[in-house]
Every structure is written in C-alpha cells, then in structure tokens.
C-alpha cells in the first residue's frame, strides 16, 4: 500500500490495520523498509524530488516491484530476514483475480519478484531459512509452485531473460 | 471405552497425517542444500554525527548499450579514475579494478520515464565493502519533466493530452569510460 505522504511529504505512515499484522521485528522491519524504500526515490531528482514521486505515481506497478527489491537489501543490510517481507505481503496484500488495471501487481507476481531477489542476492535466508514452518509461507509455497518451477528452469537453462511470472 | 479408545485413535493418526503435509521448499532445497553460503554483510552500527566521505571516481571498463543488455546479478568492471587519497596517504591508487553488481534493472516506460540500472555491491581490494556507497542509479534520458506539463497543457483539446502517453523515455547506457563517484566513508563501522 502506497500512502500518499511517502511520496509528497516523505512521511511513513504506520497505519493500525497494517501494524497489527505484524508480527515480530522482521515484519516491522519488512513494513519500514517497503515504505522507506519508495519514500527515498522522492528525495532527489527534479524540482527536489518531485518530478520523481511523479513518475511513481503515474508507474506504480513498475516502482511497486522495484521498492519491494530495495526493501529487501534494506532489510538485510539492517540486520532482519528478508523473507518476512513475503510474510508481510502475504498477509497484508489479498490476492486479486487479475491485475491488468489495477494500479497493484498481483500479489503472486510480487512474491515471485521478491523470492527470485533472495535466491540471487541473498540466499543464505532461504538456505537457513526460519519462516519455513510460518503458516503465511506455507502458503506461499503451496501457491507459487509454478511461480518457483518457471525461476528453476530460467537457472538451468542460465536464461537472463525476466520470467513473466502468473 | 473401546469406542473412546477409537476417537483416540483416529485424532492421534489424523494429527500425524496432518502434521505430514507441512510444505518444503524443494526449490530451496534442490538448489542450496549441497553450498556453503556465508551470512551477508550487515551494516547495523552508524555514527550520524560522522559526515566523513571521500570521493571515489570510477569509470567503466566495457560498455553497455541500453537496459536490455543488462541483467540482475549481472558483475560490471570498472577502473578507478584517479588516486583516492586520505589524510595525506594514497588509499585506492588510479587504475584499481572495481567491480558492481546490477542489482535492479528498471525499463523505460510511458509518460518519458526514463530506464534506470541499479548499481551495488561495489568492491575494491583493500576496501571494506560496507564502507562504500551501498548503491548508485545510473538513469536514461527523462523526458517527463516535459511530458507532464504537455500533457496538462492539451487536456482541453481531448484526446491529444492522452496522446503524449505514449513518448517513452530514454535508455540507460553506460560508456566506457564514463565515470560515475562513489564515496568511502572510513569512519563506519
């Protein structure tokens, strides 16, 4: 979820339904980094950084993915697992029947996104990977096993081509 | 009682079938099990009140033409430009391989938003990398400073207004030879 004052008055606003989804510190952190990482693309560029919080607006699909990714080393270089941002949005972010005029990606897509990030960057999370037994992962698991199948032959084919992920 | 005894039974055998079900990652596991895989770094101690940082120039060593030949996790050289001196003392000498990794790879799109490439993980010999600037964008040509107020100047003649959807911004491309600066900040922990 984008709130308005991350972009225009970079504030991160906590709102209470998001709050208490959160669980443990990771999750906190997970919500933070999300929110942080779209917030700093606003913080320079044109007109102060206005012209950037612009084009987030007008591409949110686009930045949503690219926010989810930073998150994710924010995350890590912070100290805090990054696989509880999957837990984060699966809790926090339904799944829609289809996203092609939403101004949201599809939940699973995001997902996807962000565990391909992880097995890449940082796949010593998934190797020692605590959340294994979380419910909201199990979850995950059982509805991206297709997902995860199309990101297991683009590494065996050493394909560098973006998976277009359902 | 041989009726209790049944229930008993079934809950028992009913919870170790469900217990049974729980998910493994087998992609995880197919993939990782037999590497070993350090912990990444963290950078979890700042000292705001340090402003310290010096600026290391470094320029590319090969080209890259647009976005679309880069891809994520893909490792860019560069050379530093010149020497990196500290405190009277030459740190990085001119000439040192530098390395990046392409940690995002952004598309141009509609409206002129120009593609981007999000550059990290920089590394130089000698250099901790948790002491270097932890990412850069390189970005293409942005021409949204000018579509945006286009686009508000014709919404009274519709439909061209929503014409100037469709002006895409530029690409990303890196020179070789073109330098981009970094800064080390020696005092982080």
């Known amino acids: 979820m984008i709130s308005d004052k991350t972009l225009t008055k970079r504030e991160v606003v906590v709102y209470d339904d998001l709050y208490k989804s959160v669980e443990n510190d990771d999750e906190l952190a997970a919500m933070l980094a999300r929110e942080i990482s779209l917030a700093i693309r606003s913080f320079d560029g044109v007109c102060n950084g206005f012209l950037r919080s612009l084009q987030v607006k007008v591409a949110p699909k686009k930045f949503e993915m690219v926010a989810d990714k930073r998150a994710v080393d924010y995350m890590v270089s912070a100290g805090y697992d990054p696989v509880a941002l999957i837990i984060y949005i699966q809790k926090t972010s339904p799944q829609l029947r289809f996203d092609m005029i939403s101004a949201h990606n599809l939940t699973s897509k995001r997902l996807a996104s962000i565990y391909e990030y992880i097995y890449t960057k940082y796949p010593y999370f998934l190797k020692n990977n605590q959340y294994l037994n979380n419910e909201y992962y199990q979850n995950f698991l059982l509805t991206s096993s297709n997902n995860r199948r199309l990101l297991e032959e683009k590494i065996k084919t050493n394909s560098k081509e973006k998976i277009k992920y359902e | ?189």
């Open chain 2, 1 to 189: 009682m041989n009726k209790f005894l049944k229930i008993i039974l079934c809950i028992v055998l009913l919870s170790q079938v469900s217990g049974a079900f729980a998910l493994e990652d087998e992609f995880a596991d197919k993939m990782l099990s037999d590497k070993f895989i350090e912990p990444p770094e963290t950078h979890e101690v700042y000292d705001y009140q340090d402003t310290t940082a010096i600026p290391v120039k470094i320029s590319a060593s090969s080209t890259i033409k647009s976005e679309k030949d880069a891809y994520e996790g893909q490792i860019i050289e560069f050379k530093t430009a010149e020497n990196v001196i500290y405190k009277h003392n030459v740190i990085i000498p001119k000439g040192t391989p530098v390395t990046a990794r392409v940690e995002t790879v952004i598309s141009n799109g509609m409206n002129g938003i120009p593609a981007s490439i999000i550059l990290g993980n920089f590394k130089i010999d000698g250099i901790e990398s948790s002491k270097l600037t932890s990412s850069y964008e390189k970005f293409g040509l942005d021409l949204s400073w000018l579509v945006f107020p286009l686009k508000w100047l014709l919404t009274p003649l519709p439909p061209t207004g929503t014409l100037t959807n469709f002006i895409k911004g530029g690409h990303v491309k890196i020179k070789e030879g073109s330098t981009i600066t970094l800064f080390y900040h020696p005092n982080w922990i």
